[in-house]
Each structure stands twice: as structure tokens, then as C-alpha cells.
């Protein structure tokens, strides 16, 4: 199980989480400290950490990578082209977006310096790892029914460092507090694959299946 509590220096946030009475106010809390946290290189380049937003108290929790451009300058995730045909997804499989709490493996955007303009790029395990500690405590804290893990680096991070999301979308796997963790394909790789004939539709159906098992199990 990857998400597990293993860090000692987290005590002033679970302090500052036992002081709140609601989950909205446990939530609001770490998020506190995520806008100030400076425990991987990632604090350097952002503008604002995205810690997550949604249902305090969600049958469904989705997790992706990271923010992106977007996501950084408005300190929201999912905002971005991704965050529309992720809200279409949603939406087509009656999840209404405020009804689920979204967030992402690192809450800060990784991107390098590339001729002067910041491109994205995966974040790295030493971020990811630095990170999960908050992730983990969200997790406490809604204690969801599902745990969607959106693309590869979610599914490695959350299910297994092995895990393979060609290989292994749509299977279930056991998460925290009798929670179930279920991986599909990022909203923003079935864009990366383009229009009609890309094979980008066959994703989409694919998506589409994952999120009615999701619908049926929580049915
Ligand atoms: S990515 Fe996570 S660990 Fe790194 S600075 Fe941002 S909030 Fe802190």
C-alpha cells in the first residue's frame, strides 16, 4: 500500500488538521500548508500550488499527475483542455464535477526552462515521494469509496511503482480505509493523440467503460 503515513515532519499539519471540527476545514488546513510548502524544487518555479478542490466528503476522489500551465496560474486543477474533456467525461457519466474532490500525485507544476518558455515535464520521484504525505492525509480526510488514478504516473505513485496503464487500466485494486483504486487514461494523453483515425476515440471508449465501472460499483 503506497499510501500509507511516514513522515514525522508532517505533525504540525496533523495538528493543525485534528483543530478543525468539518472535513471542509481539515482539507482547508493541508491546503494551507501546501500553499506555503517548500519540501521539494518544485515551490521554486510555481505561482500557485494546486492542492485540490471538490466534495469534502466524495464517493469519488480522481488523481492526477500535476498542474500544468493553466492549473498554475489559477491555482485550480483540471482548468485547462484536459479539465474540459475531464468535466465531459464526467458529466456524460452523471459524476457532476462538484460532486467528486480532484487533485493530483504533486502540487506544484513540474516544468524546465526550454528557449526561454517553461515546458511541462513529468514530475520526478524525489518530488512525487516528497509530496504524497499530503495526498495521503487527503485521503484520511474524505476517506473516498474510489480512488481514480488518472494516467501512468498516478497509477505508479497510488496502486504500484510497477503499474502499467496499458496493461492494467480498469482493473481494481485495494486502497486505504476499504477504499477501491481503479486507473484510466489522462484526459490529456487522448488529446496528445489528436482527431478522428488517431486512435484518440478508442481511448475515449475506453475511459468511458472505466468510469461506468466506477458508477456501477458505487451504485
Ligand atoms: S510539489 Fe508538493 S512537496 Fe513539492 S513544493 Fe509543492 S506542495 Fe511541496
Redesign the pocket.
Known amino acids: 500500500m503506497l499510501l500509507t503515513r511516514n513522515l514525522d515532519m508532517f505533525d504540525p499539519v496533523d495538528a493543525a488538521v485534528g483543530r478543525q471540527e468539518t472535513r471542509e476545514g481539515q482539507l482547508e488546513a493541508v491546503a494551507g500548508f501546501?500553499r506555503e510548502?517548500?519540501?521539494?524544487p518544485?515551490?521554486r518555479n510555481r505561482r500557485h500550488?494546486v492542492p485540490g478542490e471538490g466534495d469534502a466528503c466524495a464517493r469519488l476522489m480522481i488523481v492526477g499527475e500535476g498542474p500544468g500551465e493553466n492549473e498554475d496560474a489559477q491555482g485550480r486543477p483540471f482548468v485547462g483542455r484536459a479539465g474540459e474533456l475531464l468535466d465531459k467525461i464526467l458529466e456524460s457519466t452523471e459524476f457532476p464535477r462538484p460532486s467528486v474532490f480532484i487533485t493530483n500525485i504533486?502540487?506544484?507544476r513540474a516544468a524546465d526552462a526550454v528557449d526561454g518558455r517553461m515546458q511541462n515535464r513529468a514530475p520526478m520521484a524525489p518530488?512525487v515521494a516528497?509530496?504524497r504525505p499530503?495526498l495521503v492525509r487527503q485521503v484520511e480526510i474524505i476517506q473516498p469509496r474510489v480512488i481514480l488514478c488518472l494516467g501512468s504516473p498516478a497509477g505508479k505513485s497510488v496502486i504500484d511503482p510497477g503499474f502499467s496503464i496499458t496493461d492494467q487500466r480498469g482493473e481494481w485494486f485495494d486502497g486505504p480505509f476499504g477504499s477501491r483504486i481503479i486507473a484510466t487514461f489522462h484526459p490529456a494523453f487522448i488529446l496528445r493523440r489528436g482527431g478522428a483515425g488517431s486512435g484518440a476515440r478508442d481511448l475515449k471508449k475506453l475511459v468511458w467503460e472505466d468510469m461506468k465501472a466506477i458508477k456501477r460499483y458505487l451504485d
Open positions: 501546501i510548502c517548500v519540501l521539494c518544485l515551490c500550488a504533486v502540487k506544484c518530488e516528497a509530496c499530503y
